[in-house]
């Protein structure tokens, strides 16, 4: 297939001129020009063949490897001969190396920070993530791994043929005061990676903590064009917008990050809004690792800039259909190299997809462990709630937000915020609903807590296992 540009939106975007007296063709300003260099690049990789980009990744790791074991004390001796073997051998070797986990990473400490940094690879700078287990992760990047992160972010707006002109709202930070209602904040650009290339539209921001009727009177106030939200609140959103009639009016797409998507949120989010879900597979810690396709509704790993590996129980990589572990390699970070670091979701492998792209393919995202259902008899599953299973509970009684937490092997908590005390006939048709869905083997019990919390970052699981 010939190598194909982005949708032919991107022709019509005005890019951002550095200098005043230059207005054609636009001189784009030095980190916008680098983004622009790798945008160029990836332009022309997305169509490689899967085995083409495999031979890349395996040069790109072994600079990586090379560093890691020279300069980053935890590595020191844990890399053997892998920087120096060649094509499968490489992979053989490769795939004994045993993963790197969250507890590693917060036990390692500085150890697992590059005593040097190249010349080129720019400052570090520092994250935290709070992870679901409480315990923050430190993650330090170096500017050239931002700038890497920057070039997918464009790419993400390009593959999904973007306005970027219109304006975009955002309701994602839970920081407390930050973006408050009824302001919110107001930025003049999407932000500084699309924003040094690009003459962008406007970007609002709402702190996702803010009820939802004000969220909706916000929205309805901005009009924007584009909504990046987590999956948790657009369901909230769209419910509540269709009880009270209150809506974004000219919304032409959302973006949701962060969450597991809930089957049949896409279909409930494009009949009563109007507008198509996009989603995006990434982690604060590692960055980028999956983009939805622009003409499937699956994702593309992002093998430019992080080997992303889906593995079975035995270590193997999952053929199409099967569901592994996820283990992933962001190939630029040399401030804090992480070598097959397990985030801790699982993924369903997918086929090589019909657009022609020969970045690999999966097919969904389940979750966590933690976010896994654990039976009686030992079996484990996600019990993915679907749109049309919140829709049955939620007419059951006024319940606003929900939770569901298994609290013991035969116990599951349903925490719920409700408008106003329920009925024992309401209780018990959501005790009903509860046991269809998960199951008559367990006892389910009501709590109304004051609150239900979000993570530090935002995020909010629906289903939590504490087993
Ligand atoms: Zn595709």
Redesign the pocket.
């Given at each position: 297939m010939l190598p194909r540009m982005t949708n032919g939106a991107a022709d019509a975007i005005p890019f951002e001129s550095a200098l005043s007296d230059i207005v054609w063709p636009a001189a784009v300003s030095g980190r916008g020009m680098a983004s622009l260099s790798l945008l160029f690049q990836l332009e022309r990789t997305q169509w490689w063949s899967a085995d083409r980009l495999r031979e890349r990744q395996q040069a790109q790791l072994k600079r990586l490897v090379r560093h890691a074991a020279t300069h980053v004390p935890f590595y020191r001796g844990r890399l053997g001969t892998l920087a120096d073997a060649e094509g499968e051998a490489f992979w053989q070797i490769w795939r004994s190396l045993p993963f790197l986990t969250r507890q590693d990473v917060q036990q390692a400490g500085d150890d697992l920070l590059s005593r040097t940094i190249p010349d080129g690879h720019g400052e570090l700078s520092e994250i935290f993530t709070s992870g679901s287990t409480g315990k923050p992760i430190r993650a330090v990047r170096t500017d050239l791994w931002q700038l890497m992160w920057s070039a997918v972010t464009v790419r993400e707006h390009l593959w999904h043929g973007r306005d970027l002109s219109g304006k975009l709202a955002a309701i994602r930070d839970s920081t407390a005061g930050k973006a408050a209602y009824p302001a919110g904040e107001r930025l003049e650009r999407w932000g500084f990676s699309t924003g040094e290339i690009f003459k962008t539209g406007p970007c609002v921001s709402l702190n996702i903590t803010t009820p939802i009727d004000d969220q909706l009177q916000w929205l309805r106030r901005e009009e924007p064009d584009y909504l990046l939200t987590h999956p948790t609140m657009l369901d909230r959103l769209v419910r509540r917008s269709a009880e009270t009639g209150v809506r974004p009016g000219r919304l032409k797409q959302v973006l949701t990050i962060s969450e597991i998507l809930a089957p049949g949120l896409r279909e409930l989010c494009r009949q009563r809004w109007g507008a198509p879900v996009v989603d995006t597979y990434s982690t604060r810690e590692a960055g980028y690792l999956a983009l939805q396709?622009?003409?499937?509704g699956?994702y593309?790993l992002q093998s430019e800039t992080v080997l992303v590996e889906i593995l079975d129980s035995a270590g193997k990589s999952c053929i199409p259909g099967e569901i592994g572990r996820v283990v992933v390699t962001p190939l630029h970070n040399l401030g804090m190299p992480l070598l097959r670091y397990d985030v801790g979701d699982y993924a369903e492998a997918g086929d090589a997809?019909?657009?022609?792209?020969g970045?690999p393919?999966i097919r969904r995202i389940l979750g966590r462990r933690q976010n896994m259902l654990r039976a009686a008899d030992g079996g484990e599953h996600w019990p993915l709630l679907s749109s049309d299973d919140i829709g049955k509970l939620l007419t059951l009684a006024p319940i606003r937000q929900y939770q569901f937490v298994q609290t013991h092997r035969d116990r599951i908590e349903v925490r719920l915020q409700a408008a106003r005390p329920l009925s024992d006939k309401e209780a018990r048709s959501v005790v009903d609903w509860a046991r269809t869905k998960f199951g008559d083997a367990f006892r389910i019990e009501l709590a109304f807590p004051a609150e239900l919390a979000r993570t530090a970052s935002g995020k909010f699981e629906d289903f939590i296992s504490l087993l």
């Open positions: 396709c622009p003409d499937a699956h593309h997809c019909p657009c022609g792209r970045l393919v």
